[in-house]
């Protein structure tokens, strides 16, 4: 990869990255007050974890955007987590670590609860050990993150 690819790339995905990081912010913030028996509450932390995973498969489709990786229309969510742990010889390094893929797919999976369970009250246990998660699935995002761009850096 040429230098000036790998400079859009990295701001593209700079950027990305800066909207994970501003959920993440917000995520610890709204930890400190959440009251688990209060379903607006709950529901608001329920979005911010929408959101957060939301944040990173967009970043994941700019990777595969930019190495043209396809993704197949059936599983499509599922698959870009899968995508992004593949070491593709000669085109790009993997971007997630098998850990970090597992923890993302966990918030991958609530966030598809979220989205297509109308009638169903968000569990608020279940919503707390997510978001007790979040810092470490950030940490080793941003750890990945950086490897990748290591591997990828021209020279």
């Known amino acids: 990869m040429d230098e000036g690819a790998f400079s859009i790339l990295e701001a593209a995905l700079r950027a990305r990255c ?5 959920i993440v912010t917000r995520i610890a ?4 007050t959440l009251d688990p028996r209060s379903a607006s509450d709950v529901d608001s932390m329920g979005y911010q974890l929408h959101n957060l995973y939301g944040a990173f498969e967009q970043l994941f489709e700019e990777v595969a955007r930019f190495f043209e990786n396809r993704i197949d229309e059936g599983g499509y969510h599922a698959n870009l987590i899968r995508r992004m742990q593949l070491d593709v010889s000669g085109v790009r390094p993997a971007l997630l ?5 597992q923890e993302l797919d966990e918030l991958r999976r609530f966030r598809h609860l ?8 968000l569990d608020p246990a279940r919503v707390a050990e997510l978001v007790a998660k979040v810092s470490g699935i950030s940490d080793a995002f941003d750890q990945d993150f950086e490897r990748f761009l290591t591997r990828l850096r021209p020279g």
């Open 18 to 22: 800066r909207d994970i990081d501003r």
């Open 29 to 32: 913030e709204r930890r400190e």
């Open 97 to 101: 670590a098998q850990g970090t893929a």
């Open 114 to 121: 979220f989205r297509h369970a109308y009638a169903t009250d």
